[in-house]
């Protein structure tokens, strides 16, 4: 019996199961101090279906060998351009969210292409490579922001008539549609089906990739390069295969993100979007060279699920408000420990 707890210890890591009973503490704390825990449990599930696809994103890159995709904001970049497209020629509805999504992604494919070719040249470094590309991304785009020849008087400064608004409300537009698509609830907890499907649906398409021959060729030249090349399989360009994957799945991401919080937001707000989707696929159980689709929905699950329920439950129980000290905690912490976890043990 010790021995299968050890197992079951050392499998799931220590600190995902410290994670996991600090959310079941803030769940149980809820409900002894009788706060409202059907809208706990609706913010949670809304949260998981919006971050969900961002840390879906991570995963080619991981299986691709590419390691942890730092530079996730240049498919968020194409995704919000894409936005802005849409919302400049002022397509609404269902129509104007397919139109965002299919031009973020249509964008992010040359755009993967070009940070696969560069992560080929700078080996071995491609998450710091990532890190440093994906905030000159964003801060190159906040030009672009500026004097980019959007003309529609609801994105544009109303002073000058120039430039895009930090902000963009999709209120009227596209706000919630795949939130309130075959909503329901049950027990006070309502349910946004439609960003659900799509977030499972994602997760299913990824999780199939992997098992066709391109997938199948991405993880085998991970796990053994020289036997690749052996075999003919170029590593290089599996590696640009899987950083388009994971760009195009950011720029889809950021899409279903801005419809369910219901506003587009620009210049530095992608800035560190990556750092929490990392956390999410880490905490779930992800290692640095290693993921899969069930880290990515439990790690999503558990880390959105402190976000949301730790602000209104600290304020219950204390003055003051830790959780965004306690979201920075766990954010970096796992970041860190999967980065101190290179090359030890089974995670080599």
């Known amino acids: 019996m010790m021995d299968r707890v050890r197992a079951f210890v050392r499998e799931a890591g220590v600190p995902r199961l410290l994670i996991g009973a600090f959310v079941v503490a803030l769940f149980a704390v809820a409900v002894a101090t009788k706060m409202n825990l059907p809208s706990l449990v609706t913010d949670s599930i809304v949260r998981v279906a919006r971050n969900g696809i961002l840390v879906l994103a991570l ?23 894409g936005c802005v497209i849409t919302l400049n020629f002022g397509v609404h509805g269902p129509v104007g969210l397919l139109l965002a999504s299919a031009l973020g992604a249509g964008l992010a494919i040359p755009s993967g292409i070009g940070y696969g070719w560069l992560l080929n040249r700078t080996r071995g470094q491609e998450m710091m490579v990532g890190t440093y590309l994906g905030f000159a991304f964003v801060s190159g785009m906040s030009i672009f922001w500026l004097v980019a020849p959007f003309t ?18 999709l209120t009227g537009i596209f706000d919630r549609t795949l939130d309130r698509f075959l909503a329901f609830t049950v027990a006070g907890v309502t349910i946004p089906t439609g960003a659900l499907l ?15 021959q391109m997938g199948i060729t991405i993880a085998a030249a991970r796990s053994n390069p020289r036997f690749a090349r052996a075999a003919g399989i170029s590593d290089q360009r599996t590696r640009i295969q899987a950083t388009v994957f994971s760009t195009v799945l950011g720029a889809i991401g950021i899409v279903v993100y801005s419809q369910s919080f219901g506003f587009v937001q620009l210049y530095t707000a992608p800035l560190l979007m990556a750092f929490p989707a990392i956390a999410c696929i880490l905490i779930g159980g992800a290692t640095v060279t290693r993921a899969t689709v069930t880290h990515v929905i439990i790690g999503t699950f558990l880390f959105q699920s402190i976000l949301t329920v730790a602000l209104p439950v600290t304020s219950q129980v204390i003055q003051g408000d830790i959780s965004e000290t306690a979201r920075l905690i766990i954010q970096n912490g796992m970041i860190l420990y999967a980065l101190t976890r290179v090359g030890v043990g089974g995670e080599r």
Do not use: D, H
């Open 198 to 212: 799509v977030f499972f649906g994602l997760c299913w398409l990824t999780a199939w990739f992997f098992r066709t």
């Open 59 to 81: 995963l080619p890159a991981i299986q691709g060998g590419v390691g942890l995709n730092f530079g996730l904001p240049i498919g968020i970049i194409c995704g919000l351009v």
């Open 152 to 169: 529609n008087p609801t994105l544009v400064w109303a002073i000058g008539g120039k430039g895009l608004r930090t902000t963009l409300a």
